[in-house]
């Protein structure tokens, strides 16, 4: 017979766990494209010399961006964490953006 004034977990620990995973996972790919996309855009406004080279090396930078979100969506303390600070990483170039009018 099942105690019944024990608590029951909503979740089982392996169902969080999994459920931690899913939501770095959806950072490191979705959330990374984001913020990838918004920082190269940026960056291409920003950098100094011919249009063409500034698109170029925004785009070469954009490589590290993304490989630096990946590494951080797995390594924060939460997938919380991770998601917050993401966010707050896509409001700099976006604000940018949307200063220029380019959004």
Not at 61 to 90: D, E, K, M, N, T
């Amino acid at each position: 017979m099942s105690d019944l004034s024990s608590p029951t977990p909503w979740l089982s620990v392996v169902a969080r766990r999994r459920m931690d995973v899913a939501a770095r996972c959806l950072l490191a790919v979705l959330g990374g494209y984001v913020l990838t996309a918004l920082c190269t855009a940026s960056l291409a406004r920003l950098l100094p010399g011919e249009p063409a080279q500034a698109v170029l090396a925004a785009t070469q930078l954009s490589f590290l961006i993304y490989c630096v979100l990946v590494i951080w969506a797995f390594s924060a303390g939460s997938a919380l964490r991770a998601w917050l600070v993401a966010l707050l990483c896509c409001l700099t170039p976006l604000a940018h953006l949307l200063s220029v009018e380019v959004l």
